[in-house]
């Protein structure tokens, strides 16, 4: 029996792109910085000149499966990591947005064969959002930490 699991050993040889919701960048800049402190501290060279990672700013949720499409396509990236905030409020707009972000992200990562992590937050309340963006507990590392089993997973299938 065959047991394939990622691990966190070979991260430095990943490359990862983030696209990152500027709707709610109060929130979406915390979970950024969550992010990019995991990826560093496993081995991942988050400098300006960075060959291994890119950072994609998209208008909102809405927007995270289009480019992250792009971005996988050009199978220059090992994971894609999606950030956002989607806060309800009094319209079903909440509804909408948060349908499909998470339907456009999870068709994008099974037709390119890429992994997409869904690093998009859905909560009531801003008070909610800013708890898991940092206040208690940043998400974004757990993100990024997603995207380095998952990257080193598909590379251990290959």
Known sequence: MATIEGTFERSSSLKVAIVVARFNDLIT????SGCLDCLSRHGIDISESSSQLDIAWVPG????????????????YDVVITL??????????FDVVIAEASKGIAT???????????????????????????IKNNLGWSYALQAIEMGSLMKALS
């Open 29 to 32: 800049n915390k979970l950024l």
């Open 61 to 76: 949720s809405f927007e995270l499966p289009i480019i992250s499409q792009e971005l996988a396509r050009k199978l220059k």
């Open 84 to 93: 956002g905030a989607v806060i309800r409020g009094d319209t079903p707009h």
């Open 108 to 134: 994008v990562s099974r037709e390119t064969g890429v992994p997409i992590i869904f690093g998009v937050l859905t909560t009531d309340t801003m008070q909610q959002a800013l708890e898991r963006a940092g």
